[in-house]
């Protein structure tokens, strides 16, 4: 037998985007239901997160909560190839904001928040499965099966989808489209790194480039508890030289980076390594009858620059302001109001990806020509700021980025390490 209820907002998914949605609609007074498919705590990457992440906590009424959970520390980002390195400390980032943000265990984090959530007021039904999905413009009807088997049709005046890598409502209602980037594959553990102290800095996160393939490169986030996040990000037919399991295969090509292998040369491997392949993903829109995309539900990009939770999170706060205007009567245009002032932050971070793989970001992160108004403006980005149009790296990104990349080179055309 099927149950059928009546609610204002549905939104799928508790995770980073769900949880900030839900949290911003019940201090708006909005009913609201959240569905999600596990139960929390529950694994999850995606752990350095962006200064810009910490604007949408605050603004959800969480951010006093995150503060006291003892999350690692973070203040910019760091990039290494052989002997080179850059670093970048977002106080100086040319959009004015927070100086810090978090390093943290996605498990702990998305509980926190939607715990938060909860608190003031949204219903969070765990272990809950989506089968059915209807949306037309007199609302969006959910069929939802319970971890006991029992199923619900939920009737809603409106559906969040933050399904994260889940991507329902792009999988039921036919939105799913191909990914401008290569297909690409990653790696990752966690790990009792070790690491000696004064060896590395722990308030940024480390990204290096393989000595050899510019396109291969690791990802070594800080943990609080001497503990960090490991990972290798490269194309599926590079890591298929490699034999092994998972860890061993982890564990080989981390040994092809020297600076690696010295930092992680005490680390004890006591977390079994994961993989995760064809992440990169887009959608026809990110809108429709009585529906909203959220986050990665939408677009994911790379985790390269770790712009996913800042966008998931950006792409909540927007769509709730959108959706609460709708929900008092009055008229929303989700192109105008929505989708297209998302997607020049999502725009600007995927040519920063692109310049990233192609070598233009290296040539400009390596040279160390770039003066200091233009590394303010690059910090920003790295920092999450990649909507504010004043700076000329969100406004015209890849024209930007080709310019300062053909300047660095020419000033100093840097040797293979």
Known sequence: MTTRERRQVVVIGAGPAGSIA????????????????????????GESLLVHC?????????????????FQYKNGAAFAWGERYGEFDFSEAFTPGRVSTYEVQRAAFDKLLADGAASQGAEIRYE???????????????TARAADGSVRTIHADFLLDA??????????????????????????????????????????ILVTVHPEHRDVWFWLIPFSGGRASLGVVARQEFLKRYAGTSDERLRTVVGEVPSLARLLAEAD????????GGYAAGVAAMHGPAFALLGNAAEFLDPVFSSGVTIAMRSASMAVDALDRQLAGREVDWDRDFERPLRVGIDCFREFVSAWY???LQDIFFSGNHASRIRRMICSVL?????DERNPFVAAPRRRLDALA????AANRAPRP
């Open 163 to 204: 399904s994260g890598f889940g991507r329902i409502l792009p999988r039921q209602l036919g939105l799913e489209r191909p990914s401008q980037f290569p297909v690409r594959h990653s790696i990752f553990s966690h790990v009792a790194d070790r690491i000696p102290a004064g060896a590395f800095d722990r308030n940024k």
């Open 22 to 45: 839900s949290a911003l609609l019940t201090r708006r007074r909005r009913d609201v239901l959240v569905l999600e498919r596990q139960r929390f705590p529950r694994f999850s990457i």
């Open 269 to 276: 491997w006591d977390t079994p390594a994961r993989e995760v």
């Open 54 to 70: 910490l604007d949408f906590v605050a603004e959800a009424g969480l951010i006093e909560a995150v503060d006291a959970a003892g």
């Open 128 to 142: 809950t499965e989506i089968v059915g999905v209807e949306c037309t413009a007199s609302g969006a009807e959910v």
């Open 358 to 360: 192609d070598g233009r």
């Open 406 to 409: 053909e300047l660095c080179v």
């Open 383 to 387: 920092a999450g700021y990649a909507w």
